[in-house]
């Protein structure tokens, strides 16, 4: 799994410590559920029983400005008659943007 330091969001402190938790369901034969914790019958609290990292520094500050282009295309025809007849020319319609995030001041 790889995270981009972009798209979160930190204070520039040195070292920083930072909770984790990593939680995968995989459902096959049975239910497997695996925890990078110990997870005790009962507990309700998830931010409790994560995991600290320690002596995290000279974190990359993230950007403040991300920008994710895309390009989409709907395609959509017709019976020309009805049940059973050829389509009638299909109506292709392209959609281009994109997603912006902007966080005034970088990283915070």
């Not at 309700?44 to 002596?55: A, E, M």
């Not at 400005?65 to 050829?86: C, F, H, I, K, M």
């Amino acid at each position: 799994m790889r995270i981009p330091f972009s798209s979160l969001r930190y204070t520039d402190r040195n070292p920083q410590t930072w909770r984790s938790m990593l939680y995968r369901i995989y459902p096959h034969e049975f239910w497997y559920q695996m925890l990078s914790t110990t997870w005790p019958r009962g507990v309700d609290c998830w931010v409790c029983r994560s995991n600290p990292l320690h002596g995290l520094i000279n974190l990359p500050s993230g950007g403040s400005l991300v920008v994710a282009p895309y390009v989409s295309e709907r395609r959509s025809a017709d019976p020309e008659t009805g049940l059973g007849s050829s389509l009638a020319s299909p109506d292709n319609h392209v959609g281009l943007g994109a997603d912006v995030k902007w966080a005034p001041g970088g990283a915070t």
